[in-house]
C-alpha cells in the first residue's frame, strides 16, 4: 500500500475503469436532440459520456478532435465547452485525392457541422504540421493512430506529428489517444494488416514527443476481442478492444 501511495505521488499512471455518472454539462451534451440518430445508436459501445469525463473536457476549453471522420465526438465537444469555449475539427490533406478522385471538395469536409455550431472550426491541413489558431486545452483523436501509419498518410511523420501536437496545447494541456489494440508485441505491421495498434509503439511515439503519460481507462478494454484479426472482422467497429490514453504536456 505504502509503495502504490508513493507512486500516485511521483505522478505514475493511474487506471481508471469504473463507468460512473458524468457530469451534467457532459450528459446534457449527449443527450442532445440534434446529434444524429447514426450517431446516438453507437453510444452504447462508444460510452462518450465517460470518455469525456476522463478526457477532462469541461466548459470553456479549447479542444482539438483530429481525425474527426463525421464528426461524432466534435458535436459532444462543441456542445459540452459552451459559447466560451472552441472546437477545432482537424482535418488531414492526406486524403485529399482519394477525395477528388470521389468527386468531393476537401475543404467542404464537416461543413454542415460549422454551419451547425458557432464555436466549431475545421482545420485542413497535413497532420505532420499540425498547427492550431491558438494554443490549446485538449488534442483528441479516436481510432485513427493505426491510420497515420499506413499508406493512406503518405508516409507521415509520426515523430513530427506528434511534436506539433505538443506545440498546440497549453502547458498542462492533455492529448488523448483512442484506438483498437493489437496484440501484444504485435509491432507496426498490424496497423496496414488488422487496423490496430501495438500500445507498446503508441506510448514510446507520443513520450518521445515530450509528454508525460499520467492515465489510462479500461472503459473499453474488451478481453473477449481477439487482438490478432482485422476490427472488421469482428463484426460492428465498436465493439473492439480498445487503449484509452490520457497524455499531458509537463508545465
Same mark, same amino acid.
Given at each position: 500500500?505504502?509503495?502504490?501511495?508513493?507512486?500516485?505521488?511521483?505522478?505514475?499512471?493511474?487506471?481508471?475503469?469504473?463507468?460512473?455518472?458524468?457530469?451534467?454539462?457532459?450528459?446534457?451534451?449527449?443527450?442532445?436532440?440534434?446529434?444524429?440518430?447514426?450517431?446516438?445508436?453507437?453510444?452504447?459501445?462508444?460510452?462518450?459520456?465517460?470518455?469525456?469525463?476522463?478526457?477532462?473536457?469541461?466548459?470553456?476549453?479549447?479542444?482539438?478532435?483530429?481525425?474527426?471522420?463525421?464528426?461524432?465526438?466534435?458535436?459532444?465537444?462543441?456542445?459540452?465547452?459552451?459559447?466560451?469555449?472552441?472546437?477545432?475539427?482537424?482535418?488531414?490533406?492526406?486524403?485529399?485525392?482519394?477525395?477528388?478522385?470521389?468527386?468531393?471538395?476537401?475543404?467542404?469536409?464537416?461543413?454542415?457541422?460549422?454551419?451547425?455550431?458557432?464555436?466549431?472550426?475545421?482545420?485542413?491541413?497535413?497532420?505532420?504540421?499540425?498547427?492550431?489558431?491558438?494554443?490549446?486545452?485538449?488534442?483528441?483523436?479516436?481510432?485513427? $493512430? /493505426?491510420? =497515420?501509419?499506413?499508406?493512406?498518410?503518405?508516409?507521415?511523420?509520426? @515523430? %513530427?506529428?506528434? &511534436?506539433?501536437?505538443?506545440? #498546440?496545447?497549453?502547458?498542462?494541456?492533455?492529448?488523448?489517444?483512442?484506438?483498437?489494440?493489437?496484440?501484444?508485441?504485435?509491432?507496426?505491421?498490424?496497423?496496414?494488416? $488488422? /487496423?490496430? =495498434?501495438?500500445?507498446?509503439?503508441?506510448?514510446?511515439?507520443?513520450? @518521445? %514527443?515530450?509528454? &508525460?503519460?499520467?492515465?489510462? #481507462?479500461?472503459?473499453?478494454?474488451?478481453?473477449?476481442?481477439?487482438?490478432?484479426?482485422?476490427?472488421?472482422?469482428?463484426?460492428?467497429?465498436?465493439?473492439?478492444?480498445?487503449?484509452?490514453?490520457?497524455?499531458?504536456?509537463?508545465?
Amino acid at each position: 500500500m505504502k509503495n502504490l501511495l508513493i507512486a500516485g505521488l511521483m505522478g505514475t499512471v493511474l487506471s481508471c475503469g469504473t463507468a460512473m455518472a458524468a457530469p451534467a454539462y457532459i450528459e446534457k451534451a449527449v443527450a442532445d436532440p440534434a446529434r444524429p440518430a447514426e450517431d446516438t445508436k453507437r453510444d452504447a459501445q462508444r460510452l462518450p459520456a465517460q470518455l469525456t469525463e476522463f478526457a477532462g473536457i469541461k466548459p470553456g476549453m479549447t479542444v482539438v478532435d483530429m481525425l474527426p471522420g463525421t464528426g461524432y465526438f466534435t458535436r459532444i465537444f462543441a456542445k459540452v465547452v459552451g459559447p466560451k469555449g472552441q472546437v477545432y475539427a482537424y482535418v488531414s490533406s492526406s486524403g485529399d485525392a482519394a477525395l477528388k478522385a470521389k468527386g468531393q471538395d476537401p475543404d467542404n469536409q464537416l461543413a454542415s457541422l460549422k454551419n451547425a455550431y458557432a464555436n466549431v472550426g475545421v482545420i485542413h491541413g497535413p497532420l505532420d504540421h499540425f498547427i492550431t489558431p491558438t494554443k490549446v486545452d485538449v488534442v483528441w483523436t479516436s481510432d485513427n $493512430l /493505426h491510420d =497515420m501509419h499506413d499508406k493512406f498518410f503518405g508516409g507521415l511523420d509520426i @515523430a %513530427a506529428t506528434n &511534436k506539433a501536437i505538443y506545440a #498546440s496545447l497549453k502547458p498542462g494541456g492533455t492529448y488523448i489517444v483512442i484506438d483498437h489494440r493489437a496484440a501484444k508485441g504485435a509491432g507496426l505491421a498490424a496497423t496496414e494488416a $488488422l /487496423h490496430r =495498434m501495438d500500445e507498446d509503439i503508441a506510448k514510446q511515439e507520443v513520450l @518521445a %514527443a515530450g509528454f &508525460k503519460l499520467v492515465s489510462e #481507462s479500461k472503459l473499453l478494454t474488451r478481453p473477449d476481442d481477439d487482438n490478432t484479426k482485422k476490427i472488421f472482422e469482428q463484426g460492428e467497429h465498436d465493439h473492439t478492444d480498445q487503449m484509452v490514453l490520457k497524455f499531458r504536456k509537463p508545465g
